[in-house]
Nanobody, 123 residues
Framework: QVQLVESGGGLVQAGGSLRLSCAASGRTGSSYAMGWFRQAPGKEREFVAAITWSGGRTFYADSVKGRFTISRDNAKNMVYLQMNSLKPEDTAVYYC????????????????WGQGTQVTVSS
């Protein structure tokens, strides 16, 4: 089992920045990569970004490329999502997830999920 706890969400004006954190505990060695997804009201949960534990290879959704940066601290079992130039359409609940298989763009690759943290961007 892997436990995930997100933090860092909040309310920010358009153009502002937020940094989300995800603390992983338990059998983190069983995961291949860590990802961030988001879900806005009335919409499907969508992929945002992912990073492999080994090698730090990163993946981004086109909608956030150039604005968001995912990083990890292997020693602390932490994953971060730095979000810059935020837009109102970035408003959503953001979820941290642990992937145990490849295909990090897809929800099916992830077996463990955090509770989510709310990000609200005002115009």
């Amino acid at each position: 089992q892997v436990q995930l706890v997100e933090s860092g969400g909040g309310l920010v004006q358009a153009g502002g920045s937020l940094r989300l954190s995800c603390a992983a505990s338990g059998r983190t060695g069983s995961s291949y990569a860590m990802g961030w997804f988001r879900q806005a009201p009335g919409k499907e949960r969508e992929f945002v970004a992912a990073i492999t534990w080994s090698g730090g290879r990163t993946f981004y959704a086109d909608s956030v490329k150039g604005r968001f940066t995912i990083s990890r601290d292997n020693a602390k079992n932490m994953v971060y999502l730095q979000m810059n130039s935020l837009k109102p359409e970035d408003t959503a609940v953001y979820y941290c997830a642990a992937a145990t298989r490849t295909g990090v763009y897809y929800r099916q690759a992830y077996d463990y999920w955090g509770q989510g943290t709310q990000v609200t961007v005002s115009s």
